[in-house]
């Protein structure tokens, strides 16, 4: 029987040689051949009928997780800008709400039309300053240009209005033919002959 001793030479496996270059080629269709294997099982573990398919479901996804994340960005780009046009629109009101105070303060320091405008282009108050240094603003600004506030105070004289008359009392009217009340009534029926003739 042959190959039942230890000894026996033809238990020895075939000395083969090969070159390089087929040893690389039998282990790349090797491998080739495994990695298909492989797959078809992962294909065939996963429930479909062939690789195109699972690639198409993959791809597909994908895309939807792409498109969650676009959509979910663009709400957040929407958010952030709604926040941002909010803070302006607060910030554009807390402004005119300032200007409108600072404007209340110099008119009733005596600034007005187009004086106020000038005197409010003046002030030298930070923005964010309280009403107390926007009044001593206001008054330094009184001191340094007094010709842009009215001189309502009582050390200045006011002048009278033509005629003699206070400033706040409207001028007489002029006195021409004054006739006595009805007198329009009688002529009228004079001259139609509903009366007689005046004297």
């Known amino acids: 029987m042959l190959g039942a001793s230890a000894e026996d030479p033809s238990n020895e496996e075939p000395q083969v040689s090969l070159s390089q270059k087929q040893l690389s080629a039998l282990m790349a269709r090797e491998k080739d051949q495994g990695g298909r294997a492989a797959v078809r099982g992962v294909v065939d573990k996963l429930g479909f009928p062939n690789l195109g398919e699972l690639e198409e479901f993959v791809r597909a996804q994908r895309q939807a997780v792409e498109q969650q994340l676009s959509e979910s960005q663009r709400r957040e780009q929407e958010l952030s800008a709604r926040e941002q046009?909010?803070?302006?629109?607060e910030m554009a009101a807390a402004a005119r709400e300032r200007e409108t105070a600072r404007r209340a303060l110099l008119a009733g320091v005596g600034a007005t039309g187009a004086d106020l405008d000038d005197a409010l282009a003046l002030l030298r108050v930070d923005e964010d300053a309280d009403e107390a240094a926007v009044r001593e603003a206001a008054e330094a600004l009184k001191g340094r240009r007094p010709e842009l506030f009215s001189t309502a105070s009582g050390s200045e004289k006011v002048l009278a209005a033509p005629g003699?008359?206070?400033?706040?009392?409207?001028?007489?009217?002029?006195t021409g033919n004054r006739?006595?009340?009805g007198a329009a009534g009688l002529e009228m029926a004079r001259r139609r002959g509903l009366l007689p003739p005046a004297p």
């Open 85 to 89: 046009s909010l803070a302006a629109r």
């Open 164 to 174: 003699g008359a206070p400033a706040s009392v409207p001028p007489p009217r002029p």
């Open 179 to 181: 006739s006595q009340p």
